[in-house]
């Protein structure tokens, strides 16, 4: 089971970048996994940004609400981050992983109670 993230990169403040997370070797629609988003500065541990359950349910971080989308597509296998109103502060290594506790994902999903990471995509916000 494995994740590949794409679609980042360098873009101007308030601009907007969409994240992809291809899963491998296993299919969303007949799994339990909930879906997570995380990123990752130098010398600081990885949050959790966002995440979707398999019903739907999201969940967002205070610091990209209003800003960021989380979704899947079950039919592609994939799941999305549509990013706009990108600031510097949201620089950072992008990773997804799964979960089978939806509960953690919707309330507090930290990086503890997920697997199977991809490698990261690279996101960095500067003019």
């Known amino acids: 089971l494995q994740f590949v993230e794409s679609g980042g990169g360098l873009v101007q403040p308030g601009g907007s970048l969409r994240l992809s997370c291809a899963a491998s070797?296993?299919?969303?629609?007949?799994?339990?996994?909930?879906i997570g988003w995380f990123r990752q500065t130098p010398g600081n541990e990885r949050e959790g940004v966002s995440c979707i359950t398999t019903d739907d349910t999201t969940y967002y971080a205070d610091s990209v609400k209003g800003r960021f989308t989380i979704s899947r597509d079950n039919a592609k296998n994939m799941v999305y981050l549509q990013m706009n109103t990108l600031q510097p502060e949201d620089t950072a290594v992008y990773y997804c992983?799964?979960?089978?506790?939806?509960?953690?994902?919707?309330?507090?999903?930290?990086?503890?109670?997920?697997?199977?990471w991809g490698q990261g995509t690279r996101v960095t916000v500067s003019s």
């Open positions: 070797g296993f299919t969303l629609t007949h799994t339990h996994y909930a």
């Open positions: 992983a799964t979960t089978a506790a939806q509960a953690v994902c919707i309330t507090n999903p930290v990086p503890g109670w997920f697997e199977n």
